[in-house]
């Protein structure tokens, strides 16, 4: 199983970017549906994009489609997310999750079995 490590957060302004990194170790990355997902307190955490597992198709969720985009480095075993023109509505911890299954649909949390420990962007 793959073991997932974030980093990349932080604090920007309004209409600034941000670029979230996602290292794996102890598989390849590109053999999982990898996703993306952020949760605010005392809310559900909620699906950002996915990779799903052919590694050709990417989703998003509604809220970020056109400013958030998902990609992997397969040479660095990393999953990326770029995120620009942020909104404070972003303000959030984002996880990385991966699952050697494909996940249906790509925002189902139970379908992913191996999870980061969160990285917190703030916007404001």
């Known amino acids: 199983q793959v073991q997932l490590v974030e980093s990349g957060g932080g604090s920007v302004q309004v209409g600034g970017s941000l670029r979230l990194s996602c290292v794996g170790s102890?598989?390849?990355?590109?053999?999982?549906?990898m996703g993306w997902f952020r949760q605010i307190p005392d809310k559900e955490r909620e699906g950002v994009a996915a990779i799903l597992l052919r590694g050709d198709d990417t989703a998003y969720a509604d809220s970020v489609k056109g400013r958030f985009t998902i990609s992997e480095d397969k040479a660095k075993n990393t999953l990326y997310l770029q995120m620009d023109n942020l909104k404070p509505e972003d303000t959030a911890m984002y996880y990385c999750?991966?699952?050697?299954?494909?996940?249906?649909?790509?925002?189902?949390?139970?379908?992913?079995?191996?999870w980061g420990q969160g990285t917190q962007v703030t916007v404001s």
């Open positions: 999750a991966a699952d050697a299954k494909a996940v249906a649909p790509w925002d189902w949390i139970g379908g992913y079995t191996s």
């Open positions: 102890g598989d390849t990355i590109s053999r999982y549906c």
